[in-house]
T-cell receptor, first 113, second 117 residues
């Protein structure tokens, strides 16, 4: 069974650009969450989608957005990149019930120059 | 808002020995879940163990067990018979059971565990 797949794995952007990250959840999973991981702030919740609807949102500026498609795949977009957006962006999927187990992808490493 | 604190940024243990990682949390809720996640150098996080707050019995998974003290809001992870493959970052995480089905996790800052041969 394929795990959570995130693309691209690594990318370098410059300030002011925008970036789109993709996440393909485990087959059958309807919930996708995104987290930002940095050495200083640790793991911070960005947003969560379930059946194409945003179910929860973290405390990030509006430059951070996401969406989920009918096949449960999800994308997140960051516009007007800042140096502080450099981070590992992790996607996690689950069935969406109350099992509480999230399955994480290996992440997309974003470097903003 | 809930917070999770891991007071040990780094820990080390000898192979085959036992180590305990600490975690405390703050919440006003009575129904929630607690987790320990492991993030090896390859970066993919995997679930180690889960505890439902309403269960008094401490969870165990093979060599991994927890000491859940609800009143003290403490949730420590014990790793017995440590193996080289246990070396990783360990994150304690909290999830509310009363947020409309959301599975949002609040993470601690992590503890880096080194296993010495």
């Amino acid at each position: 069974k394929a795990g959570v797949t995130q693309t691209p794995r690594y990318l370098i952007k410059t300030r002011g650009q925008q970036v789109t990250l993709s996440c393909s959840p485990i087959s059958g999973h309807r919930s996708v969450s995104w987290y930002q991981q940095t050495p200083g702030q640790g793991l911070q919740f960005l947003f969560e989608y379930f059946s194409e609807t945003q179910r929860n949102k973290g405390n990030f500026p509006g430059r951070f957005s996401g969406r989920q498609f009918s096949n449960s795949r999800s994308e997140m977009n960051v516009s007007t990149l800042e140096l502080g957006d450099s981070a590992l962006y992790l996607c996690a999927s689950s069935r969406g019930g109350h099992t509480g187990e999230l399955f994480f992808g290996e992440g997309s490493r974003l470097t903003v120059l | 808002a809930q917070t999770v604190t891991q007071s040990q940024p780094e820990m080390s243990v000898q192979e085959a020995e036992t180590v305990t990682l600490s975690c405390t949390y703050d919440t006003s809720e009575s129904d929630y879940y607690l987790f320990w996640y492991k993030q090896p150098p390859s970066r993919q996080m995997i679930l180690v163990i889960r505890q439902e707050a309403y269960k008094q019995q401490n969870a165990t998974e093979n060599r991994f067990s927890v000491n859940f003290q609800k009143a003290a809001k403490s949730f420590s992870l014990k790793i017995s018979d440590s193996q080289l493959g246990d070396a990783a970052m360990y994150f304690c995480a909290y999830r509310s059971a009363t947020q409309g089905g959301s599975e949002k996790l609040v993470f601690g800052k992590g503890t880096k565990l080194t296993v010495n041969p």
